[in-house]
């Protein structure tokens, strides 16, 4: 699923401020090159319903285990190892004996102390990697993880590393013992230790988007192979929110366009960047913030939510929206399908020219039955006329006023909301009073 920077900056997948962002969200790795690995596949939707059910099965098989998952490899673990092959140390013996072990370690004891340092902290790592072997095995796996299984315990087939993994207690080693492991990992066993730790990264990414799906409660999708777009979830929510109110939503062929009004900060745009982010995660093979969500394979997402001028270029707000809807136009007459989300189309113009321009577009768009669209706006005028299309179906966010209060329920309902209370925030806010006094 093709998804453009833009997209992903109003999903926030990653920010700026990456506290706020979906990533940090759902980064529960243990070392750096997991949290890299965990950037790379959030970054990568992917491209076929096989691939996400594959990896929708890997991340259920690891939740499965998830309370027995091996603790013992830390990022600590892993820089120590990197950190001993980078740090050039005096030849540690080949073949070390009583003697040779006790020269090596009296003659070059600042060398002899990393190398039992590492040896130790290596057994860590390679024993932390067959308990993972052992755990997974004692079910079947899915193809993925199969593979990601029998290639780790090829590489820890080697005598030695056998050794390594047998030994009781590496922290109470002798010093010959050191030196026989130090001297293998070291020159015997180097590139094997980087193929696993690559391995173990991308195993660090997996666990925690198990582990997210896991505490954020989120429930995997059911993807279907129809010929046109298709979207429903019961109960979906936004994972950013501490407490999120939850949606339903239906989006099918017969209504592919859902036109949302209501006041400012009713709630608008929290629920088209649900949407979008839910979509976003079921095409990584991730479960999403709903009870249970419904989707067709989308060939690409894109969204028109945070746009902003130019003044570098000499571009207004309205010149980047109208180019944004230019570029969507030319992406989606490919006959492929797309998900599409608008939020407060054309505000950059006057209130009738925005009318006019929002109508054509939204007339247009809804010729198009290859893609499904979220259009949200403050033009309730509008909604009216467009109540002669079948597949247009419209939602509002209801706003109620007590006591000079605003109350949002954040509850999605059916029909057009024709709630204007802009004076009414100003006043509130104390600005009204303000200017009288000026």
């Not at 024993?127 to 755990?135: M, N």
């Not at 173990?200 to 192979?225: G, Q, T, W």
């Not at 006041?263 to 009870?291: D, E």
């Not at 039955?369 to 109540?387: M, P, R």
Request: hydrophobic share 40%.
């Amino acid at each position: 699923m093709q998804a453009d920077n833009t997209t992903l900056n109003d999903l926030s997948i990653f920010a700026r401020e990456e506290e706020h962002s979906l990533f940090h969200f759902l980064d529960f790795t243990r070392t750096i090159g997991g949290r890299d690995w965990l950037r790379r596949l959030l970054a990568k939707p992917l491209e076929s319903i096989k691939e996400i059910k594959e990896t929708q099965e890997l991340l259920k098989r690891i939740i499965s285990v998830r309370a027995q998952w091996p603790q013992s490899v830390s990022n600590g673990t892993i820089m120590v190892i990197e950190k001993f092959y980078e740090t050039p140390v005096e030849n540690i013996p080949h073949k070390p004996t009583s003697i040779n072990a006790l020269f090596y370690k009296l003659l070059n004891s600042q060398d002899f102390s990393l190398v039992k340092y590492s040896v130790t902290h290596f057994a860590d790592f390679i024993k932390g990697l067959h308990e993972i072997t052992v755990l997974l095995s004692q079910h079947q796996n899915p193809p993925v993880l199969q593979t990601i299984i029998d290639h780790i315990s090829l590489l820890l087939k080697k005598p030695v590393i056998q050794s390594i993994i047998a030994h009781r207690d590496l922290k109470k080693i002798t010093d010959k013992e050191a030196q026989k492991f130090g001297y293998y990992i070291r020159h015997g066993f180097k590139n094997a230790s980087f193929e696993l730790i690559e391995i173990y990264s991308r195993l660090d990414a997996f666990y925690s988007m198990a582990v997210a799906c896991e505490k954020h409660h989120f429930n995997f999708p059911e993807f279907i192979d129809t010929e046109r777009p298709h979207l429903t979830a019961t109960q979906l929510f936004h994972p950013l929110l501490p407490l999120p109110v939850s949606y339903d939503i239906d989006l099918t062929q017969q209504q592919n366009f859902l036109f949302l009004t209501g006041a400012n900060m009713a709630g608008k745009s929290t629920f088209i960047k649900a949407v979008g982010v839910s979509a976003y995660l079921a095409h990584i093979g991730m479960g999403v913030p709903a009870q249970k969500m419904q989707l067709s394979l989308f060939d690409g997402l894109l969204s028109n939510i945070q746009v902003e001028d130019n003044i570098v270029k000499g571009e207004s707000y309205f010149f980047n929206e109208v180019q944004r809807i230019h570029k969507t136009l030319v992406k989606i007459t490919d006959g492929k399908k797309w998900l599409i989300l608008i939020d407060e189309l054309f505000k950059g113009t006057n209130v009738q020219d925005a009318m006019k321009c929002s109508t054509v577009v939204i007339e247009g768009l809804r010729k198009m039955n290859n893609a499904l669209f979220i259009l949200s706006t403050h033009l309730y005028e509008i909604g009216e006329a467009l109540k002669q299309y079948p597949n247009i179906q419209f939602r509002y966010f209801e706003t109620e006023v007590k006591d000079d209060q605003l109350i949002f329920s954040y509850q999605l309902k059916e029909g057009i909301s024709n709630d204007r209370l802009g004076y009414l925030i100003l006043k509130k806010e104390g600005v009204v009073d303000m200017l009288q006094k000026l």
